[in-house]
């Protein structure tokens, strides 16, 4: 597995695991899941360039 994805991978799973354990309402997911997007978005792009 490519070291840039693996490091996508781990990323994600980290941001995951504290939106889930930060986020006491709905609308505390819905940002935690915006701002888990918004992080993967940047690494993909800063992995193509």
Same mark, same amino acid.
């Given at each position: 597995?490519? #070291? +840039? @994805?693996?490091?996508?991978?781990?990323? @994600?799973?980290? #941001?995951?695991? @504290?939106?889930?354990?930060?986020?006491?309402?709905?609308?505390? /997911?819905?940002?935690? /899941?915006? #701002?888990?997007?918004?992080?993967?978005?940047?690494?993909?792009?800063?992995? +193509?360039?």
């Amino acid at each position: 597995m490519d #070291s +840039k @994805l693996r490091n996508i991978f781990a990323v @994600l799973i980290t #941001s995951t695991a @504290l939106a889930v354990a930060g986020c006491n309402t709905v609308q505390g /997911v819905g940002e935690d /899941v915006e #701002s888990v997007g918004e992080e993967t978005q940047e690494i993909a792009q800063e992995a +193509k360039d």
